[in-house]
């Protein structure tokens, strides 16, 4: 059986940064040997962030964003079925990140209590149709 992180397709060796994960999601997820980072700076092939508020996702979605390597990934997680007193939810997650300029592709789940979505750059020329979210202009 795959591990949570193979699922991800998070590879050993990534410039990787988990942010506000809460305690024992390693053991959860399953990573492999990564280069972890504490700070924001330089590039990541691959950044965690867990959030329960739409406006705590809101207020960090370009910061994450804007250190995503080209072909990296920028794993949301938010509480499943309104979890730890969470307003978000699928759709929400999506047009956040829609409105923020990427694009999701994978969701997957990383424990009893916690979902995970994958956000990417979208690619230059391709057509994004999504009925939960819209590119900027």
Known sequence: MRTVAEKMGIRPGMRAMLRDAPKGIEDDLKLPELTLAHKL???????????????????????LSRHIAPGGVLYISWPKSRQLG????????????????????????????????????PKTGKVYKNSYGKLPD
Do not use: C, P, R
Not at 41 to 63: K, M, R, W
Not at 92 to 118: D, R
């Open 41 to 63: 700076s330089g590039a990541f092939d691959y950044i965690h962030l867990f959030v329960t508020q739409a406006d705590d996702l809101d207020n960090q979605f370009d910061d």
């Open 86 to 121: 969470t307003e978000l939810n699928l759709k929400k997650v999506i047009a956040i990140g829609y409105a923020h300029g990427m694009v999701e592709s994978t969701t997957l789940s990383v424990n009893s209590v916690w979902s995970a979505i994958k956000f990417t750059h």
